[in-house]
Every structure is written in structure tokens, then in C-alpha cells.
């Protein structure tokens, strides 16, 4: 897989979810086996607007040519990736959410994989 294809395909999928959090965190939140109440619906909005940022900065990232700067991105993105695997680890083990907390554990494991199969080689950066 070329580098710019895993920032586009990781900076869609977040902007989708981001503005779905953002949009309708009424209709989103029950997926997961999250209650509707309103301060949750807030944080929900809230999570919301960083995964869209998170989603455009790789998407807007996905042509820069500088090496030092796609290592720095791939660096945050493996410890990013770490964290939202363990806390979705967790979520999932204690019950907060349903079954479908497992999905966002493979989605951080997927994201942090890519990030550390792009930082093992040079070559496949460019």
C-alpha cells in the first residue's frame, strides 16, 4: 500500500465518524451501547470534532514529501493508536459499551500497525 493511501483511507474514516459524532450523536451513541443523555451528547460532539480533525490532518497530509515530518506523524499516530487501543480494550472488557466496542479496539490496532509498517522502511515512505 502506497503511504498516501493510508493517510486518505485513516483521514476518511475518521472525518465520516467525526461528523457523524458531530451531526447525530443521538443516533450514534446507541450503536455502541451508549446512552443519549444530554452530557453525553455533548462529549459525544466533542470527540466528534477531534476525530474530524484528526481525519483532516491526514487527509491534507497524505502529499507531503518531507521524511522527518511523515516519521513525527507516524510517531503520534503509534502512541495515539496505543491509547485508544488500550481505553477501547478496556471499555469493552468492563461492559460500558456493547459488543461493537471490539470494533474500534481493531480499528486502533489496524491504524497503529500501518503507522509501524511505514516507519520500518524508508522506501516505503516515499
Known amino acids: 500500500m ?3 493511501a493510508y493517510l486518505s483511507i485513516y483521514g476518511i474514516i475518521c472525518i465520516v465518524f467525526g ?15 451508549i446512552p443519549g443523555a444530554p452530557y453525553t451528547v455533548l462529549m459525544t460532539r466533542f470527540f466528534g470534532s477531534a476525530f474530524l480533525t484528526l481525519g483532516l490532518i ?3 497530509f497524505r502529499n507531503v514529501r518531507d521524511d522527518d515530518s511523515k516519521c ?10 496505543i491509547a485508544g487501543c488500550g481505553v477501547s480494550v478496556w471499555v469493552a472488557l ?17 491504524y497503529a500497525l500501518g503507522a509501524f509498517y511505514f516507519l520500518a522502511s524508508p522506501a516505503r515512505r516515499a
Open 58 to 60: 491526514f487527509w491534507l
Open 94 to 110: 468492563s461492559g460500558l459499551e456493547n459488543q461493537m466496542a471490539w470494533s474500534t479496539v481493531v480499528l486502533y490496532v489496524l
Open 72 to 81: 513525527a506523524l507516524l510517531k503520534a499516530n503509534v502512541v495515539g493508536g
Open 19 to 33: 461528523l457523524a459524532f458531530i451531526a447525530v450523536p443521538e443516533l450514534t451513541g446507541p450503536i455502541y451501547g
Open 2 to 4: 502506497k503511504f498516501s
